[in-house]
């Protein structure tokens, strides 16, 4: 024993490191304890940290014990991290396979970068002060309450599945305020940062300074103030008063101490699924442990609910309240599906609108009426590729085609962000042949100038989301009638309530229907329920066109077979509950069910990544003899190696294995048993472990 200390702290440091760090404490630092900041050395670098726990020396691990420990360098005067917070750390760790120290750099990022400590000229007391009591009563249909009644009877987990139109914006508000009447804080998560943009100002008018609003493109200053507010004990001048954050995913990380209400909106969106770096943690399944750790009530909403989701509904594990009717009555979207091969055959095609969707689309500009035309994939031209020699351009980092982008003359990877000027000449065959093939929202705004060059048209994605000011102004503009047809991608699709939109049309919906995955029919017939409710808001009614190269996909069939069984439920007043909450779905799980995919199984993959594909190929085989003849865990399927969508990415080559669990009470057993049998291999590659990737 190291005389000098007079007892040691296990700290987390902002690192991939699974074993526990000891640091001595000396008599001059005995105000440390567990949820201390601290500064300390680790490998020669400088950490700051958290106190997990502090021990005497016989507390220390025996492993401990015969190292020299370091000293912690100082403690760091900052509001402690409480022990809950460590406890969600740890369970998000334990679940997602990676470290504590992985979970705790996503809580608190700003260490990672070691920027100074941010200061905000905003305190606590300065945001509560101006919080005024009590709320404006707002007013639900007889339907809406009635899902409000059955959701405050519910005391477990609540599934809201609403159609899209039908008002669970509302049914959330009422929560929320009970939650706050009863002093606790509210946690309303959305998938996307425009999403959250375009609630904010309705809640805003609503709880005013109460909303703190937090993602990504808040400021560090801004961020470190919601903590504070959100740690503030109050005092005699300013008692503490419930707030609501309206966030990402990254909002569950949020030193959350009085919880009592989550609210996770569009639950089934992809976005709230973290895919790089570790933590690799579903937004959605992270809120709902951090719920039950703080035995806060949680409501899942969407219109088009998670196959995860409705499988806890099927099993008990949730309740599902549905909400069956529009808010404000109008009749269901027409659908109405194109078949392209037949249009171009009889030369009914421009570009790449079919005369008829162009008919349809005058007709509604002429009526004053709104258009969103739907294109999933930005850019001017997707693919551009030589005449003579054949070969697309091919981004030199990952192994996917270049885009091409107009406005700027640049060719882009989407995946890496890679760019350079554009050219026409072929570096393949040195010839001036380049073509431009495909269409993006881009090119897709160019025709509709063209075709309707009286009408105001405007453009929403990725590009156009870069900049705050040019992105609120296309929504703004859109929302109050400046702009008669917007072309947009996935961004339009979700939570947005444009009052006079008339008509949605999908152009080339194969590449919606086409993706590589098992999951890729739930996720077309989830865009294309929420791109039906996009339309037809306040008693009017909608219209969907769909023009697709395949009308007879079964999700084509399902999606119309969904707007005839909803059109015959409005005429007749009567709704068939069976019908409508297990169709379409029903064939889809089935399918799931019989080839032994999630949600009735655990799915974990791991990802092999190397520059040099030799020296992975070697490692993926190592891999695949141990995990196909292992006992160490028990696994239905192991399947791999193989490559993934994406062969390349950012220089690195990449190979995939899937690993498919049982879901019962060895499933966790078995994750850690997989973990810690890759772990023991120390392959020479990167090693990723992917847990429920989506």
């Not at 903590?227 to 990380?253: A, H, M, W, Y």
């Not at 219209?543 to 409005?570: C, D, F, G, S």
Request: net charge positive; hydrophobic share 35%; proline share 5%.
């Amino acid at each position: 024993m190291d005389g000098q200390f007079v007892f040691y702290a296990s700290v987390i440091l902002p690192i991939k490191f699974g074993e526990e760090i000891f640091y001595g404490v000396t008599s001059d630092m005995q105000g440390v304890s567990a949820g201390s900041w601290v500064d300390v050395d680790f490998g020669g670098r400088s950490f700051q940290g958290v106190v997990r726990r502090t021990v005497p020396w016989s507390g220390l691990p025996q492993k401990s014990r015969s190292v020299e420990i370091k000293s912690i360098g100082k403690q760091i005067e900052r509001t402690p991290v409480s022990l809950s917070e460590i406890s969600f750390w740890d369970a998000v760790a334990r679940y997602y396979l990676c470290t504590s120290g992985e979970v705790f750099k996503a809580a608190y990022p700003i260490l990672s970068v070691r920027q100074q400590e941010v200061s905000s000229h905003k305190k606590p007391e300065d945001v509560l002060s101006k919080v005024e009591d009590g709320f404006e009563e707002i007013s639900l249909s007889s339907a809406q309450q009635k899902a409000l009644d059955e959701i405050l009877m519910e005391k477990r987990t609540v599934l809201l599945e609403g159609v899209t139109g039908s008002g669970k914006t509302e049914i959330y508000i009422k929560l929320i305020d009970k939650c706050l009447k009863e002093g606790k804080d509210a946690l309303y998560l959305v998938p996307e940062i425009a999403m959250g943009n375009h609630l904010h100002s309705r809640l805003k008018k609503h709880y005013g300074e109460r909303l703190l609003i937090f993602h990504s493109g808040v400021t560090q200053a801004g961020k470190k103030l919601i903590r504070d507010v959100l740690v503030f004990k109050g005092n005699e001048q300013c008692p503490r008063k419930p707030v609501v954050v309206l966030g990402t995913r990254s909002s569950i990380f949020l030193p959350m101490e009085n919880l009592g209400l989550v609210v996770i909106d569009e639950e089934h969106d992809q976005s709230f699924k973290q895919e790089d770096p570790a933590p690799r943690y579903n937004g959605r399944d992270a809120a709902l442990l951090l719920a039950q750790m703080h035995s806060a009530k949680v409501i899942l909403g969407s219109a088009t609910p998670s196959f995860e989701s409705l499988y806890n509904c099927y099993t008990r594990k949730f309740s599902r309240v549905t909400l069956a009717e529009k808010y404000f009555q109008s009749p269901p979207p027409e659908v109405t599906v194109i078949d392209t091969i037949w249009t171009r055959k009889s030369h009914q095609m421009k570009g790449n609108f079919s005369q008829q969707l162009i008919n349809l689309i005058e007709k509604t500009v002429a009526e004053h009426k709104q258009v969103l035309v739907f294109r999933n994939i930005r850019s001017y031209a997707p693919v551009v590729q030589c005449s003579e020699c054949g070969e697309p351009l091919k981004c030199p980092h990952c192994n996917v085609p270049l885009s091409y982008h107009r406005y700027d003359n640049t060719l882009r990877c989407h995946w890496c962000e890679w760019k350079a000027p554009f050219s026409p000449i072929c570096p393949s065959c040195n010839q001036q042949t380049l073509e431009l093939k495909g269409a993006g929202t881009e090119k897709i705004e160019e025709e509709l100038r063209e075709l309707f060059p009286g009408a105001r048209i405007a453009r929403y994605d990725a590009d156009i989301a870069k900049s705050k000011k040019e992105s609120e102004k296309v929504l703004s503009d859109f929302s109050s009638g400046k702009t008669d047809i917007l072309v947009g991608t996935q961004m339009t699709s979700k939570g947005f309530d444009f009052e006079n939109l008339a008509l949605v049309a999908v152009i080339q919906a194969d590449t919606i229907l086409s993706q590589q995955d098992f999951r890729s029919d739930e996720k077309a017939m989830q865009l294309f329920v929420q791109l039906l409710g996009r339309s037809g808001r306040r008693n009017s009614k909608g219209h969907l066109v769909i023009q697709t190269n395949q009308k007879n996909h079964p999700v084509i069939t399902n999606i119309k077979e969904m707007a005839e069984r909803l059109a015959w439920e409005y005429e007749t007043g009567v709704r068939n509950a069976a019908n409508s909450e297990e169709k379409p779905n029903g064939n889809m799980m089935a399918e799931r069910s019989m080839y032994c995919f999630p949600p009735f199984v655990r799915l974990v993959n791991v990802i092999l990544r190397n520059k040099n594909y030799h020296k992975l190929e070697s490692a993926a085989n190592s891999l695949s003899h141990v995990l196909k003849n292992t006992r160490s865990f028990s696994a239905m399927e192991v399947s791999g190696p193989f490559p993934p969508r994406m062969e390349k990415l950012r220089d690195e080559y990449q190979l995939c294995f899937s690993v498919k669990f049982a879901k019962d009470n060895r499933l966790q057993a078995n994750k850690d048993a997989l973990n810690k049998v890759i772990s023991l291999m120390k392959l020479p590659v990167q090693t990723i472990i992917d847990v429920d990737p989506v």
